[in-house]
């Protein structure tokens, strides 16, 4: 397998009135070609500004990389000139958004939104760009690819004429347009009702299959990372605090975060166990507990938590885990 | 759309009835007697009972209001005491004037602010963030009567660049009138220096006219662009490719300029009814500077003419505002 994502000791600030942001604070990540990983962790944790760092998407100012590498097949991401990043955004990383109905533009049809992407990608490309009508063309086969039923017709709409589940499947029908290799879906789900979530999910997971798409999933919600990825990275007031195959991570979790997280999901085949949350809440980004950013709010904290912050380290074969006290 | 198109236009005529109620009502009550005022300063009692019979003052108030109705209807809005000229025909010859300057004025605003506040929203806090700022209170803040003077000294007595007021040269042969605007007529007469002259005298007066809204429409535009570009929508459309010059002339402004074009509406219907102080300063020969000599000599129908005049235009823009608001925004048509 080749690595197609790789983000190392990534950190990112944001500077606001109130003084500097540690909204990511170290993060290490891979991802191989084809792969699938989820990642979850609570609101807030810097999930999506994760998932916008990838494509430069976040606003600077307010963000400023503080350090680290975002390296996309070896290529450094955070060095490229705007014109490299541009050659990535839409045809070889892509995105889906998480609440469909602010991310379509409000007063353009769906056809203007998804052939100003493709000829904006082949400008970017630095090839011919293609005629409206031939883009057109384009975006309605992928309409029709992810389920949508008179693309024709859909392509003349404005997004406030659809449904909820129809404008995500436009917008993931986009993210398709450049025949990405990778695609970062953040929330795809959230603001959708249980029933399209579900068909939501199944659409991502079967166009991952068939097109052998790399996908990062990100969520809030453990059940839909993992119905649709094969390894998980939880994340923890912007740290990776343990990365592991989905299923290992679910029987076992091995830090205390994840435990935390694990236990906090009713367990529906066991209504006697009552689900725990985590005591405490999460920390303030503006002044991060030092060491440990799990210390205040974890039961097994001792004295080395509180100064020395815990790395990434390997502890079983596919699974890494920031905590200092976790064993095998 | 249609249905969004004739309740627009429906609503219109609610408000031309309401404009016309108000004129009647103003016209008929306000003056002490409107027979007596009719009849002029010097008339005898006799005079006034004739000018009443005359102006039909003594039929009842339902039929003053048809005859009121149908009058303007056939664009009869009276005479002028002072001239006894014709109210129609004056509005006809001094409306063109200032709906030209206010054109002029509007084009200059819309042309500087709608690019000069996507250029500050672009470089939001930036230098020329900073400078459109500075810019924009001095627009609202300047009196137009000073900063018209100002400007006729600069570029008239000092540096003769051009001329200090009126419409053309005294010693310019007028055109029949096609329109009425001068910049249009010496066009469709292929008259080119005739234009050119017309846009010389135009310069300066426009200019006044337009700064402070200018001023408003590059605030309003700024503030609407920087919300624009901070949206998911075009979050998602960098995203997905889009080019940085579609991103921000497509997506992000014809956002921004929704709540925009409500301004400039608002801004086309006081610029209109405002015109009075730039036109004395520049002896624009206007229904502004027309107004006022009228009111002034206490000469009440050129003064009602103007006042229809003035709120039928305002109607009008705030129809085509809305009409351009379902244009643009696809929500308001299905609605």
Redesign the interface.
């Known amino acids: 397998m080749t690595t197609l994502l790789e983000i190392d000791d990534y950190r990112l600030a944001f500077d606001t009135f109130d003084g500097t942001l540690h909204v990511l604070d170290g993060i290490d990540i891979r991802v191989e070609a084809g792969e699938t990983l989820g990642v979850v962790g609570e609101t807030g944790c810097g999930k999506s500004v994760l998932a916008?760092s990838i494509?430069r998407?976040n606003?600077t100012p307010p963000a400023r990389v503080v350090s680290g590498e975002i390296r996309f097949r070896g290529e450094d991401v955070l060095a490229l000139p705007e014109a490299g990043i541009?050659r990535l955004?839409?045809?070889a990383i892509?995105?889906v958004?998480q609440?469909p109905a602010?991310?379509?533009?409000?007063?353009?049809?769906v056809a203007?939104?998804m052939e100003?992407?493709i000829?904006?990608?082949d400008?970017?490309a630095g090839g011919r760009v293609r005629s409206r009508k031939a883009a057109s063309a384009v975006a309605a086969d992928l309409l029709a690819a992810v389920g949508l039923p008179e693309p024709a017709r859909l392509l003349r709409s404005?997004p406030?004429?659809l449904s909820g589940g129809m404008r995500q499947r436009v917008?993931i029908a986009?993210?398709l347009?450049?025949n990405p290799s990778l695609l970062v879906a953040d929330e795809p789900t959230t603001a959708l009702d249980v029933t399209v979530q579900a068909q939501v999910l199944a659409l991502i997971a079967g166009l991952v299959r068939e097109r052998g798409l790399a996908l990062i999933l990100i969520s809030h919600d453990l059940g839909v990372v993992s119905a649709s990825c094969a390894r998980v990275a939880v994340m923890y007031a912007g740290t990776v605090v343990e990365e592991a195959p989905t299923g290992e991570l679910l029987d076992r979790p091995l830090h205390p975060y994840s435990q935390g997280l694990i236990a906090a999901v009713p367990d529906l085949d066991r209504p006697e166990v009552r689900p725990r949350g985590i005591a405490g809440s999460i920390p303030s980004l503006l002044h991060p507990p030092p060491g440990c950013r799990f210390h205040p709010r974890c039961e097994r904290a001792t004295e080395r938590c509180r100064v020395e912050k815990p790395l990434l380290r390997p502890l079983l074969p596919g699974r890494r885990v920031a905590c200092h006290h976790a064993d095998a | 759309m249609l249905t969004y198109i004739l309740r627009r236009i429906g609503l219109a005529g609610l408000m031309l009835f309401g404009l016309v109620c108000l004129t009647f009502v103003i016209a008929n009550i306000a003056p002490s007697d409107p027979a007596a005022l009719a009849a002029g300063p010097d008339a005898g009692r006799s005079q006034i009972e004739q000018a009443r019979r005359e102006y039909g003052l003594d039929r009842p108030l339902h039929e003053q209001f048809l005859r009121y109705v149908s009058d303007l209807a056939r664009l009869e809005f009276g005479r002028s005491i002072a001239t006894g000229r014709p109210v129609g025909a004056d509005l006809a010859r001094y409306f063109p004037a200032t709906l030209e300057l206010c054109i002029v004025a509007m084009i200059i605003g819309l042309v500087l602010g709608v690019p000069l506040g996507m250029l500050s929203a672009l470089h939001k806090d930036g230098p020329i963030d900073h400078f459109t700022r500075i810019f924009a209170v001095t627009g609202v803040a300047l009196p137009p009567f000073w900063f018209g003077l100002l400007l006729q000294l600069a570029f008239a007595a000092w540096l003769g660049w051009l001329p200090t007021s009126g419409r053309l040269s005294v010693f310019t042969e007028p055109l029949e009138p096609i329109t009425g605007l001068l910049l249009v007529d010496s066009l469709l007469r292929g008259n080119g220096g005739m234009f050119l002259e017309a846009a010389s005298y135009i310069a300066l007066p426009a200019l006044v006219l337009s700064f402070p809204c200018l001023a408003q429409i590059l605030r309003v535009n700024r503030s609407e662009m920087v919300e624009a570009l901070?949206?998911?929508?075009i979050?998602?459309?960098?995203?997905?490719?889009?080019?940085?010059w579609?991103l921000v002339v497509?997506?992000a402004l014809?956002?921004a300029m929704l709540p925009t074009l409500a301004i400039i509406g608002l801004r086309w219907g006081w610029m209109i009814s405002s015109t009075v102080l730039v036109e004395t300063v520049f002896d624009w020969p206007g229904t502004g500077l027309y107004a006022v000599s009228s009111a002034i000599a206490g000469d009440f129908k050129p003064v009602m003419g103007v006042t229809l005049i003035v709120g039928l235009n305002f109607m009008i823009a705030n129809l085509l505002v809305d009409l351009l608001y379902g244009v643009?925004?696809?929500?308001l048509r299905?609605a």
């Open positions: 916008r494509l998407l606003p541009r955004r839409g045809s892509a995105m958004f609440d602010t991310y379509l533009n409000p007063l353009l049809t203007t939104q100003d992407a000829r904006g990608q400008a970017a404005h406030h004429q917008l986009m993210a347009l450049g | 901070r949206a998911d929508y979050v998602a459309a960098r995203a997905h490719g889009v080019r940085p579609r497509v997506h014809k956002n643009l925004d696809p929500r299905s």
